[in-house]
């Protein structure tokens, strides 16, 4: 009785163990993943910020649409 106890804590440990293991690999490549999109906002950021101070931005807000 003891012995199949001991059995089953030690299968839930094992099935645990995996688990949190799965679970770490998963938020790590999130992780890496948000640092990309991160970096990718950064550039963004950076390229509307120049087009804005080369006046492209102030032109294109102040025009009237086509169809009026």
């Not at 089953?8 to 993943?33: A, G, H, P």
């Not at 963004?44 to 102030?58: F, M, P, V, W």
Request: with cysteine.
């Amino acid at each position: 009785m003891i012995e199949e106890r001991l059995v089953n804590i030690e299968t839930k440990i094992s099935f645990q163990e995996d688990l949190i293991e799965e679970l770490n690999k998963v938020v790590y490549q999130q992780q890496q993943k948000l640092s990309q999109l991160e970096a990718v906002c950064k550039s963004l950021t950076r390229h509307i910020q120049s087009l804005a101070e080369a006046g492209g931005e102030s032109k294109a807000v102040t025009e009237m649409p086509p169809h009026y």
